[in-house]
């Protein structure tokens, strides 16, 4: 997906007001290793990182209806995010499990601990539907972590193809954004950002 985002963004000839940089990081499941590695060691300068869009695991097992983006009350990012999804005709939701603490669980929160406004977004299950439930618990208890989560599973692909669309859609919105997203003067992860020393 990320390849063919910025192969798309090369191609338009857009030019934007802001870089866009696209990491691969690894050893997310041995303990975020590799976006600890970049956030301590940028490969531009670290003031010049404005945003982390995190795109693990966006899950395109079913049609993309509704999107779940964690940190949506977060920051601004957050209300770009909104914006991008409403556009192409989606909802919204923040996360449906916040007991889970999936916020801080993936790559987004090595970005997080030096400040960055951060997200992530994946496909979301439309509320009540029961078929659409059963297919996410059944992705997560036989494909999630086991050799099954292969290219060879079912994926609606008219969903991963929206899903970057979104993706594409904010990464334009931030990069020519005149302003830099900044944390909401309520959220828990602004201290981040208003003491970096102090993590």
Not at 81 to 94: C, D, F, K, P, Y
Not at 139 to 153: F, K, M, N, V
């Amino acid at each position: 997906m990320l390849l063919d985002v910025a192969a798309s963004l090369r191609k338009s000839g857009n030019s934007l007001k802001r870089s866009l940089l696209f990491v691969f990081v690894t050893g997310e499941e041995k303990g975020l290793l590799g976006s600890r590695y970049f956030t301590a060691y940028p490969t531009v300068e670290a003031k010049a990182i404005v945003a982390d869009i995190n795109v693990d695991m966006f899950l395109p097992i079913l049609p993309l209806k509704r999107l779940t983006v964690l940190g949506l009350a977060e920051s601004d990012l957050g209300d770009d995010a909104r914006q991008a999804a409403e556009a192409l005709g989606l909802a919204v939701q923040s996360d449906p499990q916040p007991e889970r603490n999936l916020f801080i669980r993936s790559d987004q929160y090595n970005f997080i601990r030096h400040g960055i406004p951060s997200l992530a977004m994946g496909v979301a299950p439309e509320p009540g539907n029961a078929e659409q439930a059963k297919i996410f618990k059944d992705w997560l208890t036989h494909r999630y972590h086991a050799p099954s989560d292969d290219l060879d599973q079912p994926v609606e692909l008219s969903a991963a193809g929206l899903y970057e669309e979104v993706v594409r859609s904010l990464m334009i919105s931030v990069a020519d954004s005149g302003h830099r997203p900044q944390w909401k003067p309520d959220s828990f992860f602004r201290r981040y950002a208003d003491h970096p020393s102090m993590y």
